[in-house]
């Protein structure tokens, strides 16, 4: 990596020479670069010694610059949670936080895969939802009318 321009990087940058002999005419930008994955599998990681989570933090930070598929946050438990495309992946940003950016030993979770549902059409079935009023018995084009319907109710969600 180069020294001094970290910083101010986030993901992707384009760097160029000031001595050079282009002119600005001559050096192109680059966009910043569109995966055509997601990251679709997380990790819970902790350091060993408590005492050292402000280095596990910077080693994040490192991280979160470095791996352009890679992202962090911190979930409403308080656990940190590191999130890639896949399990070599999270491999390789793991081994980088341990050896070169963090160097501490970490524990890590079991990876846990995201999972998202979407309604697209019309049910050719009608749907029956056991509820106290018997109010679900209908056919629901999309998640959010559904969603609308049962926040709109007297029946609550437990």
Known sequence: MIGGVDASISKTATLASVDSDYSDEE??????????????????????????????????????????????????????????????????????????????????????????ETVLETSALKCYADTPNKKYGQRFSSLHGFMKVVKSSSAGID
């Open 27 to 116: 050096l192109y930008i680059f966009r910043p670069l569109k995966h055509a994955t997601q990251s679709v599998l997380k990790v819970a990681i902790e350091p060993v010694a408590p005492s050292e989570l402000p280095k596990m933090l910077s080693g994040l930070r490192s991280i979160n610059k470095s791996y352009p598929l890679a992202a962090t946050k911190v979930e409403e438990s308080g656990e940190h949670v590191l999130i890639g495309t896949g399990e070599l992946y999270l491999d390789c940003v793991l081994h980088d936080l341990r050896r070169l950016f963090a160097e501490i030993e970490i524990k890590v979770s079991d990876p846990v895969t995201k999972f998202c």
